[in-house]
């Protein structure tokens, strides 16, 4: 059986001597696939897409018994992060009916501290949280690794799954099975790592990892070449473990864009919501779901407004300040609700999301050391938008003095966008019953036709009708 392209990932700029540790933190998750792969040609035309799913209605989904859990991976990146920023991220997290967030836990000292902090602060919000191991960093010790799962386990905060602590992990093939299951005999943990370079038939049952309680696909969030993310690989592992042995991932974005890692990976075509659209469809076969990520800002994986602190990003890190994503952790709430649930929730308010890249792909930069990153002609120039519609509205995507209209969406999630023909501001309007409800035009973000250094983060945005029509 072929092994998906989401295994077959660059780990190279792992082993390269590294200038500075704030560069070796942001190297614990370097990878893509050295594949490409044709682009579907029905895409062709994408950027004048419009296409809408009523959710009111699923007959597709079979509830089974047990719960449905969601994560979301956060990083443990700067030594000044302090109580109230955790209780403001925890806050935001569990607003949107998120279970548990993974704290990724690397080999600095002062990390401890910060660990105990967000288990506190997790308890007094009132989420869970659990360790990620990242042994691309952390100590590759099973007495360490005990240690740290032991001190934590009993902690008001610590998710559990089936009565058992969660210990997860980034990397780990390091500590080799035995070591894992003598993790798994010292903790009681419920384990799900997410280990590469390995024999992946191995991960069935009477396999030497086959006594993994579940194992989590990092690289399933992405598409691993020019094409849209599909199911393959998914359902390549879901093979291989077996029901409710599969932890799946999601990802709105990926961007990097230093000396030792300059890439993106393709999130066209409403990535953010295919994904979850995926998910929902296989819902039936998946229990676990970890969002990639918080906090990733290196990596232009991040759902909140951006870096809180001078620490919290690598770095070098020119992409994000003045890049939110919020708006997306906003959407992806709808399909969360719908995911654990079976059903997805009514629409009561009519809202725009909407995200684009600052520049076109193919511009020359006019002062960048580095070329345009590898993937760059994966991406097309088009303003993305989905469309949550209470009932029939009409809806107009603009771009300095480019616009289309997009007449009688239906209710529900309607998917469209525009292509970027023009540069200037961006403005997005909707009218209802011939009055207009939306007209909104960000005013800290333009699409130009020339940029300094090479950005292929988006911009996210969102607005909403304030009453009732």
């Not at 929902?280 to 602190?309: A, C, K």
Request: net charge negative; glycine share 8%; aromatic share 16%.
């Amino acid at each position: 059986m072929k092994v998906p392209a989401s295994s077959l990932f660059l780990y190279a700029a792992l082993f390269i001597v590294l200038p500075s540790f704030s560069i070796a933190h942001d190297l614990r998750h370097s990878y893509a696939s050295s594949k490409k792969e044709p682009r579907d040609k029905a895409l062709a035309s994408a950027s004048n897409a419009t296409d809408n799913t009523k959710h009111d209605d699923i007959t597709g989904f079979q509830k089974r018994d047990g719960s449905k859990y969601v994560f979301v991976h956060h990083y443990i990146r700067s030594y000044d992060y302090d109580y109230n920023l955790w209780v403001n991220d925890f806050n935001q997290i569990r607003a949107k009916n998120i279970d548990a967030v993974a704290l990724n836990v690397g080999r600095d000292p002062w990390e401890r501290q910060r660990v105990q902090d967000a288990y506190n602060a997790a308890a007094a919000v009132g989420v869970g949280v659990f360790i990620s191991f990242d042994y691309t960093s952390f100590d590759c010790s099973v007495d360490t690794t005990v240690e740290w799962a032991n001190a934590m386990s009993g902690l008001p905060a610590q998710f559990k799954v089936d009565g058992r602590p969660l210990v997860s992990s980034f990397s780990g093939d390091c500590l080799g099975p035995g070591g894992w299951q003598a993790v798994r005999d010292r903790t009681g943990g419920f384990l799900m790592p997410f280990i590469y370079n390995i024999d992946y038939q191995q991960l069935r049952r009477g396999g030497s990892w086959g006594f993994l309680d579940t194992w989590q696909c990092w690289g399933c969030s992405w598409p691993q070449g020019d094409y849209d993310k599909n199911t393959e690989d998914d359902h390549y592992y879901m093979d291989i473990l077996g029901p409710d042995r599969y932890a799946a991932t999601a990802s709105p974005w990926f961007f990097t864009h230093y000396n030792y890692k300059n890439f993106l990976l393709r999130a066209d075509a409403w990535l953010v919501i295919a994904r979850w659209e995926e998910l929902i469809s296989m819902r039936d076969q998946l229990r676990l779901v970890e969002v990639l990520t918080w906090n990733d800002f290196g990596e232009s994986h991040y759902l909140n407004s951006g870096p809180p602190t001078a620490g919290s990003q690598p770095y070098g890190t020119t992409w994000t300040n003045g890049y939110p994503h919020n708006a997306f952790f906003d959407l992806i709430s709808y399909y969360i609700e719908a995911f654990k649930t079976g059903s997805y929730p009514a629409i009561a308010t009519d809202t725009i999301y909407f995200w684009s890249r600052p520049h076109p792909a193919g511009i020359n930069a006019n002062n960048d050391g580095l070329s345009r990153p590898q993937g760059w002609d994966w991406t097309s120039d088009n303003l993305w938008a989905a469309v949550f519609c209470s009932s029939t509205c009409s809806v107009t995507l603009q771009v300095g003095t480019y616009s289309q209209d997009f007449n009688n969406l239906a209710y529900g999630v309607n998917k469209i966008s525009l292509p970027l023909n023009a540069y200037g501001s961006i403005t997005v309007k909707m009218r209802k019953n011939g009055q207009e409800v939306i007209n909104y035009t960000p005013s800290d973000f333009q699409y130009r036709g020339w940029t300094d250094q090479y950005n292929f983060n988006a911009y996210v945005g969102s607005a909403s009708a304030s009453g009732s029509f």
